[in-house]
């Protein structure tokens, strides 16, 4: 493919600014390098992507809310009338984090219940604390290590689940980890801390395996030497 050079830009502009400010016959005069660094000296410099553009790039049209959600009961969080559906909305209501339940759960087959879900379904929402918010913004690579999980996770969820129509609501941790979530689809129930808990559980199981592997190729070492 041939490229046509149309104007005075780019290299070419810089190329001529060279050719000019050389002097005949001497091999002084500006260098290249020092034309372009003049060129592109003063211009500001571009700000990395914060973790809320990353989560919003990476998936169109999902929610992001900084909140505390370290104050909500653990157990609250599996219930089927816990208001997990507030937090699928630009500016979740404060109220979401003092809720208590008024009676006995409700079933998964409540018209309450199943609304709830089928609001949240094709949706993607994910809060943030503040404080895991502001070390993000002084710090890019934590916002995309983070966002690395996020992406893991949800991955990780899909081929448990296939069904392309699903809801994710994502609560992290100050550290960055997943504290919380709950997950919709047309096929399956809500879940939610039973997630992260079978991951761990999993996480942690792999991890004593390691360690068991690590031991035994320690003392096969010392056996042989």
């Given at each position: 493919m041939d490229f046509a050079v149309?104007?005075?830009?780019?290299?070419?502009?810089?190329?001529?600014?060279?050719?000019?400010?050389?002097?005949?016959?001497?091999?002084?005069?500006?260098?290249f390098a020092e034309i372009a660094a003049a060129k592109t000296a003063g211009q500001p410099a571009v700000p990395e992507a914060s973790f809320k553009d990353l989560w919003q790039e990476r998936y169109p049209g999902a929610y992001y809310n900084v909140m505390d959600t370290s104050r909500i009961d653990?157990?609250?969080?599996?219930?089927n009338d816990y208001p997990w559906d507030k937090y699928f909305s630009s500016y979740a209501d404060d109220s979401v984090l003092d809720w208590k339940p008024s009676g006995a759960e409700p079933d998964m087959l409540d018209p309450k219940v199943q609304a709830k879900i089928n609001s949240t379904i094709g949706k993607k929402a994910i809060v943030v604390p503040p404080e895991l918010e502001e070390k993000m913004n002084h710090d890019p690579q934590l916002a995309k290590s983070v966002m690395a999980?996020?992406?893991d996770f949800i991955a990780e969820q899909d081929i448990m689940n296939p069904n392309p129509r699903k809801g994710y609501l994502i609560a992290l941790d100050q550290n960055g980890d997943i504290a919380h979530a709950c997950i919709t689809s047309e096929k399956m129930s809500v879940s939610s801390a039973e997630f992260i808990e079978a991951r761990r559980a999993g996480e942690e199981k792999y991890a004593e395996y390691e360690r068991m592997y690590k031991e035994s190729v320690l003392k096969q070492k010392l056996i042989k030497f």
């Open positions: 149309t104007g005075k830009s780019g290299g070419y502009g810089l190329a001529e600014q060279f050719r000019k400010n050389a002097v005949p016959g001497k091999s002084e005069g500006a260098g653990g157990s609250l969080w599996g219930r999980k996020v992406n």
